[in-house]
């Protein structure tokens, strides 16, 4: 290592301008700490991102990765960093899911759970009534595990430990239901619980959203049933990188530093304790404390060669990341008119239009089938997908009377046997083909559109199999086993500390990881 006397100096650098690097630096610079976030891609935000990507459709705006907020409302990091006054605005979702049945009929989720229960009776009464209950078993589960997902799991300090110890009291004799969702397949909840093959998919469809539903403790997918009836689901109007962009307005308003284009090839680290890190230009940053706010694996691979412990290094390059080997993928495209999901609209019989919330469609079999066909590296038969128009709840995403439609095949192979080369083409045309079949439409307005596949992601976004959580979703990669046991809190290496998705709490767009970093290096530097 060599320091050069002309070198800068910070409090804290973070590795990765995602947004949960963002958070992390925004919460240290208002504490006073002088901060630098280094960001290796042109752009801040990571998969927090949209931006104008379909060259034949410049005012189309693009979402490639993260659309809905489903975490965020529930999370402080909003109000505490005042991002309203840095222009971040919130639209509530309203529907905020669809699911489309094969015969044209169709089920809206609600925030209201009444009148999503509503929808359901059409098929059975029974299964509406059940819905009810299944929202109130997830709830118990959500207030007995909620207060220690907002808390740092190594120091969750006595309110959290009472908020927890207080929840098991009050639903002991829910034990065993609530232990069944944590643990249990989602496929099991759904069959144990609903009759109606358009009900079972419909709440199916949620859980596979967070992984193969035929896992244990795949039921923790149902937490976005919580968020969306308790807090809501929203977008950002003008889209998400308008996320990154408050944050970056707020940090600047706090004297904090980014550098875009600026790639850590070092996590500088001597005698087992941080100093800075290394540039891909060669350039030194000195810095008290490294947060990693890159992918945990990228993170702790960075530091200097001999810092960590082998065992550290062998644990976090085996934390499962897409490791069932399914992944969404991409396609955004621009239309020059208005998208109709002209059966499922004409069977609809309120004035909800389905542009709106994130439609989703695929029977049970078909989810199971699809992420089966991933993890033998094949492509699925049947569509399990989801579809959304960002541009119906927010016009400004795209040109007057024309619209983006954004479509997710959620259980694609990460690592398809033939390799994406050859199953791209096939893959995308699968997916049209399921689109068309849902917007009649599509080919006639076409303009453009943009495909990423899992390898692309990977490789854009310098994350292991692309994957959306960083770390899978499951009870055993949960508060301090996330990302693994021994890595949830201090780190092997002092001075550095986790701050992304595949540390607690975990995944999508809520800031919450950078929040519990944050408050883990203050803490330090104390
Ligand atoms: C297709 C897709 C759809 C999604 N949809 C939703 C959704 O609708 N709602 C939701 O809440 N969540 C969604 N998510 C998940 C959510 O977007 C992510 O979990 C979350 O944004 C991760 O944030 P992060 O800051 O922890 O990490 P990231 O966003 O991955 O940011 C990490 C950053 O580190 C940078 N980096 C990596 N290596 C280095 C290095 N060596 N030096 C410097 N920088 C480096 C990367 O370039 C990246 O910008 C989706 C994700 C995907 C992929």
């Known amino acids: 290592m060599s320091t050069s006397s002309t070198d800068k100096n910070y409090d804290v650098a973070i590795v990765g301008g995602g947004h949960n690097g963002l958070a992390a630096a925004c919460y240290l610079a208002a504490d006073g700490k002088k901060v630098i976030v280094l960001e290796r891609t042109e752009k801040l935000g990571g998969m927090a991102a949209s931006d104008y990507l379909i060259p034949e459709a410049p005012n189309h705006l693009v979402h490639s990765c993260a659309l809905e907020l489903a ?18 605005e919130v639209i509530p979702s309203e529907p905020a899911y669809a699911y489309l049945h094969d015969d044209g009929s169709s089920i809206c989720f609600f925030k209201d ?13 029974k299964d509406a009534q059940a819905y009810g209950q299944f929202i109130g078993d997830l709830f118990k589960m959500g207030a007995t595990i909620g207060p220690m997902m907002g808390a740092d799991p190594a120091k969750p300090g006595l309110k959290v430990i009472w908020a927890t ?53 795949a039921g923790l997918g149902f937490m976005l049933l919580v968020m969306l009836h308790s807090t809501g689901m ?29 790639q850590v090839d070092e996590i500088v680290a001597e005698k087992g304790a941080v100093r800075g890190v290394r540039l891909e230009s060669g350039e030194f940053i000195g810095a008290k404390a490294v947060i990693g706010a890159c992918h945990p694996k990228v993170a702790l691979n960075l530091v200097t060669d001999g810092e960590v412990e082998r065992k550290y290094l062998k644990r976090v390059d085996n934390t ?46 078909t989810i199971v089938e699809n992420f089966e066909a991933a993890a033998r590296g094949e492509l699925p038969e049947k569509a399990y997908c989801w579809w959304t128009v960002p541009s119906v709840a927010d016009p400004s995403q795209a040109p007057e009377g024309e619209d983006i439609l ?28 399921w689109t068309r079949a849902v917007i009649p439409n599509v080919d006639k307005l076409e303009i453009g559109r943009r495909v990423e596949t899992a390898d692309q992601l990977e490789e854009r976004l310098n994350v292991p199999g692309g994957s959306y959580v960083h770390v899978d979703v499951s009870i055993l990669r949960s508060a301090m086993m996330r990302p693994a046991a021994g890595l949830s809190g201090e780190l092997p290496v002092k001075g550095l500390f986790f701050g992304n998705a595949g540390a607690p709490p975990g995944g999508g767009v809520s800031g919450q990881p950078g929040r519990l970093a944050a408050a883990r290096v203050k803490r330090f530097l104390k």
């Open 71 to 88: 975490s965020w409302q529930g999370s402080p990091v909003g109000r505490d960093l005042k991002l309203a006054e840095h222009g971040l």
């Open 320 to 365: 499962p990341c897409a490791q069932h080997g399914s992944s969404p993928f991409k396609i955004d495209i621009a239309l020059n008119g208005k998208a109709v999901f002209e059966h499922h609209q004409k069977e609809r019989k309120d004035d909800v239009n389905l542009g709106w919330p994130t439609t989703m469609m695929g029977s049970v079999e």
């Open 234 to 262: 929203g977008r950002v109007k003008g889209g998400m990188a308008k996320v990154p962009e408050a944050m970056k307005s707020r940090l600047s308003s706090l004297g904090g530093e980014t550098m875009t284009n600026a």
């Open 406 to 433: 954004y479509v997710y095949p959620a259980a694609f192979p990460v690592r398809p046997r033939d390799g994406w080369k050859k199953a791209r083409k096939p893959s995308v045309d699968l997916v049209m083909d």
């Open 113 to 125: 759970i009444a009148k999503t229960c509503g929808e359901m009776a059409k098929y059975s009464k």
């Open 165 to 217: 110890l207080m929840a098991a009291r009050k639903f002991k004799s829910d034990r065993d239901e609530i232990l069944n969702l944590m643990t249990n397949s989602a496929l099991s909840i759904v069959e144990e619980r609903f009759e109606h093959p358009a009900v079972q998919a419909a709440v199916l469809g949620f859980a596979g959203g967070a992984g193969p539903v035929m896992r244990d403790s």
